[in-house]
């Protein structure tokens, strides 16, 4: 069976570049062993750091010499579909044979994006890899954190829903030996899933497999990855971090007040890392000061962190540009009811956030802020140095100015628990005679109701954010990194479908008081979501404002946020660029002298690229920003592109 290795770390701490890095590294020391990289993220970037085009099929990269690289970002509906024609006609008839619903009500869910469909797409990429047998070792580039939790625990959701298929199927069964009939039993393809969901658990188990912790000598990034790796721990299905990097690491710091900071700092997360994850290796991987694109640059930046070569600087500077003059102006105040931000994982969103949620309490002291993470790994906390959780609490030290981190699992919950509650006082009072059946029914329902769907984020989040937003406040939403971000947008538009679909399907079960009461709910839901939607395609009720850093990746991956945000009718009026080094900064430093070029090459093309904007620019702090003090000496100063 091929070996799994998989790469896991917060946003931004450059797990797709380790992760390729670590894929051209192993396929050009050993040629013959075939080796596949597989994103599942849903924000790609593997065709940006190879300087590649890919689609959405596999694709055989040289490498130079006979080592070659198959790389693949799945593309997560295609995967999905593909995967739900080959079992539809199973899948319509165990649904049709143990609800209420008929092959006529089901068909139409099913064609509907469903949440969740990104990690059970990872899942069946991964299954469909390790099947074809062809690879000796298949390298994966996870989503962001939160998500990668959720995608380990797909084989164990996955099996719960056999389970429930399993005894919705089981129905006719049931009735035929309380009526003394029979029923032909067992359905072929739930033993294939069986069998699929065992084959990917196996495969994380092998002793060749690993589970990779990429982290930068940050704070948060630092928290982030003990959180994670205890998470795994936790699971039903327990994994254990094999190898720690810790990436970005500055060991040699010339004569720069930037880098003999980040020394400092390496040398602190060096530290942290051995105690927190004591007997697992650690892989220093030096800063490169510019980004390592294309294989030639992967695979030298592969031998330094896993064969441990001294690197050599990156011989690649920018190509000429233009110069690009910032002129000093105030924090922008907040013009819309809602605002939204988000970015690539890593870029300081939530600091940038919490800095525009203190900054408009002066703008208008009169009116409360509330600011929302709906981040599966949210840091709001770290950034406020105080606990924040579930429900609103103050934070800064104003009353006025409120903090939530949303608990998508645990809204859930709470709203399955009222739902069977319902259930079963509808079931005990509703009917009686047809015991038997309705006793059925809410053995189903029920233990569909004891799962915590996977795509939960972002339908919980935008419940939480009606419910904020019905209030005389300014809310904030820091939101998920780019991918899940615009599935958080996307929610409401699925939502009106679905209930649509669900109201339609319902109206032949209107005899149960139940269907009656799901039906008004719902019906008041959609009515709510379609407030919110249409809230957000007008520029005087929501905004999107995207945040990025100065750097080839993020600039590329926000390109893509603004086309995609146009396709949904969301404009965007600003932008954040985060941790801009300026020339007084940097001095007489290779290493800052070449990331400053990097990030003067990618204004100037900002510039250009959205005319019409207003570009801002955060100067990089040599401290991370932590607590009331730092945010408030923050919002001191910002700089725009003229
Ligand atoms: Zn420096």
Request: charged share 25%.
């Amino acid at each position: 069976m091929s070996a799994l290795s998989f790469f896991v770390g917060k946003g931004g701490v450059g797990k797709t570049t380790v992760a390729s890095a670590y894929a051209v590294y192993r396929a050009n020391s050993k040629p013959r062993r075939p080796v596949l990289l597989l994103s599942t993220d849903p924000a790609h970037s593997l065709a940006d750091v190879f300087q590649v085009r890919l689609g959405s099929k596999l694709r055989l990269l040289p490498l130079g010499g006979s080592a070659k690289l198959t790389v693949w970002q799945v593309n997560a509906e295609l995967q999905f579909r593909k995967f739900l024609d080959r079992y539809r006609v199973a899948i319509v008839s165990l649904l049709e044979s143990g609800t209420l619903f008929s092959r006529e009500e089901i068909e139409p869910l099913l064609d509907t994006t469903l949440p969740g469909m990104a990690e059970m797409a990872a899942l069946l990429a991964i299954h469909e890899t390790l099947e074809r047998g062809r690879y000796a070792e298949i390298v994966v580039d996870t989503a962001p954190i939160g998500h990668t939790l959720r995608l380990f625990e797909m084989p164990e959701y996955f099996a719960r829903f056999l389970d429930l298929l399993d005894l919705a199927g089981s129905r006719d069964q049931v009735l035929a030996e309380h009526f003394g009939g029979s029923v032909a039993a067992s359905n072929p393809f739930i033993a294939e899933w069986r069998a699929m969901v065992g084959a990917v658990q196996a495969a994380l188990h092998q002793r060749e497999s690993r589970i990779v912790m990429v982290t930068t000598p940050e704070e948060f990034a630092l928290q982030e990855s003990v959180r994670t790796a205890k998470a795994m721990l936790s699971a039903p299905d327990p994994l254990h971090v094999t190898d720690v990097i810790l990436n970005r690491a500055v060991r040699s710091d010339g004569h720069c007040l930037i880098c003999k900071q980040s020394k400092a700092r390496t040398k602190a997360a060096a530290q942290f890392v051995q105690r927190n994850f004591r007997g697992i290796p650690m892989h220093v991987a030096e800063d490169l000061g510019g980004p390592a694109l294309g294989a030639r640059t992967l695979l030298e930046f592969g031998r330094h962190v896993f064969a441990g070569k001294k690197l050599r600087p990156i011989a690649r500077t920018p190509a000429k540009k233009d110069d690009v003059k910032l002129q000093p102006t105030q924090w922008p105040a907040l013009k819309t009811p809602i605002t939204w931000t988000t970015g690539k994982g890593g870029v300081g969103k939530t600091t940038l956030s919490a800095a525009l949620a203190v900054n408009q309490r002066k703008h208008a002291p009169a009116r409360p802020v509330v600011i929302c993470s709906t981040d599966p790994a949210p840091s709001l906390d770290d950034v406020f140095q105080k606990r924040i959780g579930n429900r609103p609490v103050s934070v800064a030290g104003d009353a006025k100015l409120r903090a939530a981190e949303l608990d998508a699992a645990a809204e859930f919950r709470a709203w399955a628990g009222e739902m069977k509650a319902k259930i079963n006082d509808a079931f005990s009072s509703d009917v009686r005679g047809l015991h038997v059946d309705l006793s059925f029914e809410r053995r189903v329902l029920t233990a569909l109701l004891d799962m915590v769907p996977p795509g939960v984020d972002e339908i919980a989040a935008i419940f939480r954010i009606l419910d904020l937003a019905g209030e005389k406040q300014t809310l904030l939403v820091d939101m998920a990194p780019t991918g899940h971000a615009l599935e958080l947008l996307r929610m409401p538009g699925r939502i009106l479908l679905w209930s649509r679909l669900l109201l339609k399907s319902l109206a032949p079960h209107r005899r149960m008081s139940l269907a009656r009461d799901v039906a008004v709910q719902i019906a008041t839901l959609s009515h709510r979501v379609r407030e919110l939607a249409n809230m957000l395609k007008d520029g005087r009720s929501s905004r999107v404002v995207p945040v990025m850093l100065a750097e080839p990746l993020p600039d590329r991956e926000t390109t893509r946020l603004l086309g995609a945000l146009d396709d949904l009718g969301i404009s965007t009026s600003e932008l954040f660029v985060n941790r801009v080094l300026f020339a007084e900064d940097v001095n007489h430093c290779h290493r800052c002298q070449a990331a400053r070029e990097w990030q003067m090459e990618t204004l100037s093309k900002l510039r250009r690229r959205h005319r019409g904007k207003n570009i801002y620019v955060v100067r990089n702090r040599a401290r991370e920003i932590a607590g009331t003090a730092a945010l408030k000496s923050l919002i001191g100063e910002l700089w725009q592109i003229v």
